[in-house]
């Protein structure tokens, strides 16, 4: 009989399991969904061009973005001033407006300046895994991924990028929340001190 108990309190407990793993899968197949419908809006509303290859001579359109390896969008502005970064060497300043594309805890999309208002710059570390600063903006907008531009440009320059939260598993801000970014100017300069 204690047996038989036992046997049917395992399978309802697998039962259970079974059930939360597939509430919880559906939950991140929604958040995905969002999130596609999302970008293609973004992508729709502005015009956006998707390229299937990095231009060769360097130079987009103010509406054409190429998605890189690692699933970033990308689109550049100005390329900067020729000067690379090197990796776990190069201090980046980085200022940015981002909008996020989906609603987050049941407020409506917002869009973020620190470019105003004396705001400092994201600092990073090129190559790090985390920011050099721990400010508000470090700590909630910090992803390697805002950095990804950075492999095809120097200091001094503009980029914009869309970042899929499902790319961002270091940002539990807005990767963990399911909300897509769209960063409609972002700037690094190189600290030279």
């Known amino acids: 009989m204690m047996m038989k108990k ?4 395992g399978w309802i407990l697998c039962a259970a399991l079974l059930v939360d793993s597939c509430s919880n899968s559906r939950q991140y ?15 729709d509303e502005n015009e956006f061009v998707i390229l299937k290859n990095y231009p060769e001579n360097g130079v987009f359109q103010s509406n ?56 400092e710059p994201l600092i990073y570390k090129y190559g790090m895994s985390a920011p050099s600063s721990s400010d508000s903006y470090s700590t909630t907008f910090f992803s390697t991924l805002l950095f990804s531009g950075l492999q095809h440009v120097g200091d001094s320059s503009v980029v ?8 961002d598993g270091n940002n539990q801000t807005f990767g963990g929340s399911g909300i897509p970014l769209y960063f409609s100017k972002v700037q690094y300069r190189f600290d030279i001190r």
């Open 6 to 9: 036992g046997f049917y309190f």
């Open 29 to 43: 197949v929604d958040m995905l969904n969002a999130q596609e419908k999302a970008i293609n809006r973004l992508i």
């Open 64 to 119: 054409e973005f190429v998605i890189l390896d690692n699933g970033v969008y990308l689109n550049v502005v100005d390329s900067g001033n020729g000067n690379r970064a090197t990796q776990g060497t190069t201090t980046v300043l980085c200022r940015f407006n981002v909008k996020w594309l989906v609603e987050w805890s049941g407020t409506d999309t917002a869009t973020v300046n620190n470019f105003q208002n004396g705001s």
């Open 160 to 167: 914009k990028l869309i970042i899929p939260f499902h790319l």
